[in-house]
């Protein structure tokens, strides 16, 4: 058994989480929802297993470092860390019907990880700027944030298709989900927890910056964008603490501030050069 496998079912069962959620909510079939907990969780223990596996045979090969040091590496953890807060944030409310939001994009990452990362996907020798201790603290603290806006990004797309349904029955799969304002509330929380957690990573990225760069920030793309990205968030809970902006106005800023952590992960390897490069 090799961490490759056990990383490759754990995309099918992400991709199985999905549909039973889904099914669950457009056929109203509650018993559904529970099954797609279960299979949340089986997938969560079997990558916990194969992050932890692929961990100990980068020491098996001589390399020995953290499963974080890359494109291919980086995805797995981020679907990690979605399912993660979603099955606390279940836990501790017991609503089960956003199911499909996490478990839809675990799978997205995954399936992108497992096809479109090419070399990434095997071990390989940390080069000298990812030699640090600092590693881990920062990109774990970074893809909680990422994954807990990812998860507010779906949430705002149903808050902006649930706004206008009724609590009744008759009006289809939406009437099934939380009602506007729960979505609201749920997605603010979202918001807090990544917005937390991406201003440690900042941090600790700032340190390790200066431990390996000399200088605790240096304009890099990765760095400005991820400070763009955290101001548009900052900007976000001021708003809505400051001036009561609530509903629309937060779900569009929400995906507005997604699509700068995308750039930030994706567009910045991609199109832009810099200190950050080898993240590719």
Same mark, same amino acid.
């Given at each position: 058994? !090799? ?15 999905? &549909?039973?959620? &889904?099914?669950?909510?457009? /056929? ?5 929802? /529970? #099954? ?11 990558? !916990?297993? *194969? ?5 100990? =045979? ?10 974080? %040091? ?8 981020? #679907?990690?860390?979605?399912?993660? $807060?979603?099955?606390?944030? =279940? ?10 939001? +996490? ?24 080069? +000298? ?20 806006? @990812? ?34 509330? $749920? ?15 900042? $941090? ?7 431990? #390996?760069? *000399? !200088? ?6 990765? =760095? ?14 001021? @708003? ?9 106005? &937060? #779900?569009?800023?929400?995906? $507005?501030? /997604? ?13 832009? %050069? ?7």
């Amino acid at each position: 058994m !090799t961490s490759s496998l056990l990383l490759s079912i754990t995309t099918f069962i992400y991709l199985l989480c999905t &549909v039973l959620y &889904v099914a669950a909510v457009v /056929f109203r079939y509650r018993p559904l929802l /529970f #099954a797609g907990t279960m299979t949340a969780l089986g997938g969560f223990i079997i990558q !916990t297993a *194969g992050i932890i596996l692929r961990w100990k =045979e980068s020491y098996d090969m001589g390399y020995g470092h953290a499963p974080l %040091s890359n494109m291919y590496e980086s995805l797995v953890f981020g #679907a990690w860390s979605i399912i993660a $807060i979603y099955l606390v944030f =279940e836990w501790r409310s017991r609503q089960r019907a956003l199911g499909f939001v +996490p478990a839809g994009m675990a799978f997205i990452a995954m399936a992108y990880a497992s096809f479109a990362t090419g070399m990434d996907a095997k071990i390989q020798p940390l080069v +000298p700027a990812l030699k640090s201790n600092w590693l881990i603290a920062h990109v774990i603290t970074c893809f909680l944030g990422y994954a807990a806006f @990812a998860v507010s990004f779906g949430l705002s797309m149903l808050y902006l298709l649930r706004k206008d349904v009724k609590d009744n029955p008759g009006h289809g799969a939406l009437a099934f989900l939380p009602n506007a304002r729960q979505l609201d509330s $749920i997605n603010y929380q979202m918001i807090v927890f990544g917005f937390l957690w991406l201003s440690v990573g900042i $941090i600790t990225g700032s340190v390790w910056a200066n431990s #390996a760069w *000399g !200088t605790y920030w240096s304009w890099d793309p990765k =760095e400005t964008w991820s400070l763009i990205t955290w101001f548009i968030y900052a900007a976000l809970l001021h @708003a809505r603490t400051m001036k009561g902006w609530q509903g629309p106005r &937060v #779900a569009w800023l929400s995906m $507005i501030g /997604f699509a700068c952590v995308l750039f930030t992960y994706f567009g910045v390897n991609y199109l832009l %050069s810099g200190l950050h490069s080898y993240g590719r």
